[in-house]
Structures are given as structure tokens and as C-alpha cells.
T-cell receptor
Framework: DVKVTQSSRYLVKRTGEKVFLECVQD?????MFWYRQDPGLGLRLIYF???????EKGDIPEGYSVSREKKERFSLILESASTNQTSMYLC????????????FGDGTRLSIL | AQSVTQPDIHITVSEGASLELRCNYS??????LFWYVQSPGQGLQLLLK??????LVQGIKGFEAEFKRSQSSFNLRKPSVHWSDAAEYFC????????????FGKGTTLSVSS
């Protein structure tokens, strides 16, 4: 069974802090994704990566960066956290085959105070 | 531009009654369509997917969905709802291209009354 693990379920940080959200998958998937989920807005793609050291901007990349140094790990970085980045963050992974579904982690609920 | 619309924000269904959740998409080519479910405090779980072939697809937990190209729809159905089906449901469309991301609808919250 595919397992996507997000390092924290709940996280509280202060404005201006640099925040790291970590995601690890154990199925050797090439593709990895970071989404943000807000009530009434659904899931919005922040960044995705289709290979090690490769990244593509999604719909809302502003204020975020990512790192993929190893295939199994995809990190989301909030360079200088702001209160409007308080949200649920979901990581997903998939095979490069377009038929492959995305497998999701349980999410990190991030609060910026 | 690609988009997915789920017209119903919130639906309440009695336990044992049938369910239909609506999904409309806008996509220039043959879409790849998915339904996901999210229980409270959890990530998203894939219910079913459509790529080609039979337009009625079966999924897990007794769900099915029908692809109707003429209506640009991919509605999710279940003949008899159980209380454990209460969750948020997301429809998503994918591009016919490897290495691209899905586009999700805004979700429909399902409540089940006894």
C-alpha cells in the first residue's frame, strides 16, 4: 500500500518565521505535489515536482518554495510565514503514467500567529 | 482553461437513500476524471477513475460514476447511503499528459441524517 507521510499533523508558527513542511512517500513515485486546502476553495496546487531537483509552479506559488533533493522527499518552504498562509496543506505523490492516481498524506494543519 | 465545477456545496441525504453528486468539467481534449473522498481530519482517498471505455465506472465503497461527454459531466452515485459516507467529496480532472497535476473542484460536503 502506498504511504505518503507528512511530518506534522498540526503546526503553530509565528509570522516572519521560515517554515518547513516535509513529505515522504515510500512507493518510488516520480511525481510529488503540494496543495493548499481552504474551506470553499477546494484544493489549490502550490508546486509539483516530476523528478528529483525538478519543480513546476502551480496556481498559487507566491510566498512558497520547494525542495526535492531525494526522490522520496518533497519539502514545502514558507520563506517568511504570514497569517494568510494559515491553512491545511496536503502532499500527494503519483507515478509518471498519466493513468496513475495521486496518493495523499493526511495533511498538516498549519496556524500562523 | 481547464476547470471543474461541483454545483452543490452541501447535500444532506437520509441513511439508506440514494445519492448523486454532480460534477461538470471544462476540458479541451479527452479528460481523465477522478472522484476522491476526504473524511474529517484525513487526506484524500481515491474512489474511482475514468480514462476510456465503458462510461459507467465502479469504485470502492459501493460508489459508481457515469461519464457523459455530451453533458461534460461525471456524476457520482450510490444506491444506498450509509452514515459512514458522511465526508467531503472532490471531483478532479487530469490532463492527457504524464507529469501534470490534477485540477480539483471545490468539493461537496455530504451529511447523512438518520
Amino acid at each position: 500500500d502506498v504511504k505518503v507521510t507528512q511530518s506534522s499533523r498540526y503546526l503553530v508558527k509565528r509570522t516572519g518565521e521560515k517554515v518547513f513542511l516535509e513529505c515522504v512517500q515510500d512507493m518510488d513515485h516520480e511525481n510529488m505535489f503540494w496543495y493548499r486546502q481552504d474551506p470553499g476553495l477546494g484544493l489549490r496546487l502550490i508546486y509539483f515536482s516530476y523528478d528529483v531537483k525538478m519543480k513546476e509552479k502551480g496556481d498559487i506559488p507566491e510566498g512558497y518554495s520547494v525542495s526535492r533533493e531525494k526522490k522520496e522527499r518533497f519539502s514545502l518552504i514558507l520563506e517568511s510565514a504570514s497569517t494568510n498562509q494559515t491553512s491545511m496543506y496536503l502532499c500527494a505523490s503519483s507515478l509518471p503514467d498519466r493513468f496513475g492516481p495521486q496518493h495523499f498524506g493526511d495533511g498538516t494543519r498549519l496556524s500562523i500567529l | 482553461a481547464q476547470s471543474v465545477t461541483q454545483p452543490d456545496i452541501h447535500i444532506t441525504v437520509s441513511e439508506g437513500a440514494s445519492l448523486e453528486l454532480r460534477c461538470n468539467y471544462s476540458y479541451g481534449a479527452t479528460p481523465y476524471l477522478f472522484w476522491y473522498v476526504q473524511s474529517p481530519g484525513q487526506g484524500l482517498q481515491l474512489l474511482l477513475k475514468y480514462f476510456s471505455g465503458d462510461t459507467l465506472v465502479q469504485g470502492i465503497k459501493g460508489f459508481e460514476a457515469e461519464f457523459k461527454r455530451s453533458q461534460s459531466s461525471f456524476n457520482l452515485r450510490k444506491p444506498s447511503v450509509h452514515w459512514s459516507d458522511a465526508a467531503e467529496y472532490f471531483c478532479a480532472v487530469g490532463a492527457n499528459q504524464a507529469g501534470t497535476a490534477l485540477i480539483f473542484g471545490k468539493g461537496t460536503t455530504l451529511s447523512v441524517s438518520s
